[in-house]
């Protein structure tokens, strides 16, 4: 295993920040084993478009800190669903209704889940 994957310290921090900054419904899930393009996926929940707007601002601070550069281009913020692509770490930040609707839950149900926050 490449060591950049040794540990689960910056998934497990970035779960407690977006539980700090009062997302919903956090699962870090590891992905290393069924998929072949990032190892960790961290799906969370916000109540509304402002939350997510606030919060997307913050997560930026918090992945540059951690020295983790989004792949993707700056995800549109009047989305009802954002992600950031760090290459090994991939962040999806939802609207109750969208994650419902598109149950990456599911897609993942295979994947070690490293924690959850309810």
């Known amino acids: 295993m490449d060591d950049m994957y040794a540990s689960d310290s910056l998934p497990l921090a970035l779960g407690d920040f977006l539980h700090r900054e009062s997302a919903a419904n956090i699962r870090i899930l ?10 960790w ?5 916000v ?3 402002r939350q997510l707007q606030g919060l997307a601002e913050s997560l930026e601070d ?8 989004r ?3 700056r ?6 669903w954002v992600v950031w692509d ?11 209704q969208t994650r419902s609707f598109y149950d990456l ?9 490293i924690q959850e926050f309810t």
């Open 30 to 39: 590891d992905v290393g084993t069924i998929c072949d393009w990032t190892h």
């Open 41 to 45: 996926v961290v799906l969370a929940t």
């Open 47 to 49: 109540q509304s478009r």
């Open 62 to 69: 918090f992945l540059m800190e951690n020295k983790k550069e």
């Open 71 to 73: 792949l993707n281009k």
């Open 75 to 80: 995800p549109a913020l009047e989305s009802d």
């Open 86 to 96: 760090c290459g090994d770490l991939v962040v999806h930040l939802f609207l109750p």
């Open 105 to 113: 839950d599911r897609l993942y149900h295979d994947a070690r889940v």
